[in-house]
Nanobody, 116 residues
Framework: QVQLAESGGAQVQPGGSLRLSCSVSEFTFKNYDIGWFREAPGKPREGVSCITQRNGWTFYEDSVKGRFTISRDNAKNTVYLQMNSLKPEDTAVYYC?????????WGQGTQVTVSS
């Protein structure tokens, strides 16, 4: 069973920064595509960013382009989401997901709150 653990969520003021981490308990971590999703109260879960296992290609949802950066460290089985210039609308629970061969695994989420 693949297990994912997110960390790094916190409350920050608008314009602030956070770095989320997603640690994956899987020695073949490098073979997984990893994505970050978020779920705000009353809204459906949405994709934020992802990074492929092959080539390390990255993708971003339009509202976070230029502000968020996803990266992965295969030696540490960890994916990061650097979030800059945070806005109140970024407030949500952030989840990471690992995908391989059509099977997805989710973490428990970490809360990010952006408010003054």
């Amino acid at each position: 069973q693949v297990q994912l653990a997110e960390s790094g969520g916190a409350q920050v003021q608008p314009g602030g920064s956070l770095r989320l981490s997603c640690s994956v308990s899987e020695f073949t971590f490098k073979n997984y595509d990893i994505g970050w999703f978020r779920e705000a109260p009353g809204k459906p879960r949405e994709g934020v960013s992802c990074i492929t296992q092959r080539n390390g290609w990255t993708f971003y949802e339009d509202s976070v382009k230029g502000r968020f950066t996803i990266s992965r460290d295969n030696a540490k089985n960890t994916v990061y989401l650097q979030m800059n210039s945070l806005k109140p609308e970024d407030t949500a629970v952030y989840y990471c997901r690992a995908d391989r061969s059509g099977i997805a695994y989710w973490g428990q989420g970490t809360q990010v709150t952006v408010s003054s």
